[in-house]
């Protein structure tokens, strides 16, 4: 299996928590800072992934990335901290009991 396969389940989770939570209260403002938080985090992996693999700590075979990177780092390596920044708050968001109606 290749590092983009490996991306899609997370790529589909993410989108799918991401949107049951569309309908709930400030959808818009926790996908800007969704938003905001996948930034910063996608520079700090272009920092430390490209650290990481200078420093010859792990490495990816050729025929198992897509062929595009960042630096040294395929851009596999950007969908986690993404799925993460939007996943996380969406789970929180459907984890969280809504106020009963008034």
């Known amino acids: 299996m290749t ?12 989108a799918a928590l ?3 939570t569309i309908r709930r209260p400030r959808f818009g403002s926790r996908m ?7 930034g910063v985090l996608v520079i700090l992996t272009a920092v430390f992934d490209n650290l990481m693999i200078a420093a010859d700590l792990f490495t990816y075979p ?9 630096g040294l780092a395929p851009i596999e390596d950007f969908a986690y901290p993404i799925c993460a920044a939007f996943a996380v708050p969406a789970l929180f968001t459907l984890l969280t009991p809504r106020e009963p109606a008034r």
């Open 62 to 70: 050729e025929h198992l990335i897509s062929g595009i990177r960042i």
């Open 32 to 38: 800007r800072a969704s938003a905001i938080a996948a």
């Open 3 to 14: 590092y983009p396969l490996i991306v899609i389940p997370f790529a589909l989770l993410t």
């Open 18 to 20: 991401t949107l049951a």
